[in-house]
């Protein structure tokens, strides 16, 4: 009996110890770095592309918003370890008023449309696959403030940049159009 009772002990012992768990390996990627605690790597531009939006008329004094995309056109994931949790801050417009006469704009006339980050300001790592995007959207606050008079329109240059030290990235320059609001039919 008293060879019995080691046998099973024995047999109990040797099952709890093949029943450890591993250890998970922490997560880094949803942890969420504050603002200016890490000075992160340079991320290769190599098939990297902002690009600006399809949309290029909008309409005076509305509420206006471009959706641009950061793009890996390459064949290797690209992980952006400094992407901003608030999407928009990621990227900065510049604008440009497009004068009678100009067929290009000036290069030291661009206007950085700036907004203040979104509070608190924390980096998320984004990870890109080939042939993906992120899509960030980026409010034109002076189109809802612009007053153009009926039948007219203004025309403006526009670009993009990203936000971001490790990722220098450039849209290429549009141009807009904003056109007057349409009369209301009186009934």
Not at 78 to 92: G, K, R
Not at 123 to 140: C, D, F, I, Q
Request: a positive charge; hydrophobic letters at 40%; proline letters at 9%.
């Amino acid at each position: 009996m008293n060879k019995a009772i080691r046998w099973l002990t024995l047999l109990a012992l040797s099952g709890i110890a093949g029943c450890a768990t591993p250890r998970m390996p922490e997560m880094k990627s949803a942890i969420g770095v504050p603002d200016g605690q890490i000075n992160y790597p340079p991320v290769s531009t190599r098939g990297m592309a902002l690009l600006m939006p399809g949309k290029t008329t909008f309409t005076a004094g509305e509420k206006t918003a471009v959706t641009l995309s950061v793009a890996n056109n390459g064949q290797k994931a690209v992980t952006i370890a400094e992407w901003y949790s608030n999407e928009s801050d990621n990227l900065i417009i510049m604008v440009q008023p497009w004068l009678t006469g100009m067929k290009e704009p000036d290069p030291d006339n661009w206007i950085e449309l700036s907004f203040d980050l979104k509070k608190p300001v924390m980096h998320y790592p984004m990870t890109l696959l080939p042939g993906n995007r992120a899509m960030v959207s980026k409010e034109l606050p002076f189109i809802e403030k612009l007053q153009v008079s009926p039948g007219m329109a203004r025309r403006f240059f526009i670009k993009a940049k990203t936000n971001l030290k490790s990722l220098p990235l450039e849209s290429e320059v549009i141009s807009i159009q904003v056109v007057s609001k349409k009369p209301k039919k009186e009934r």
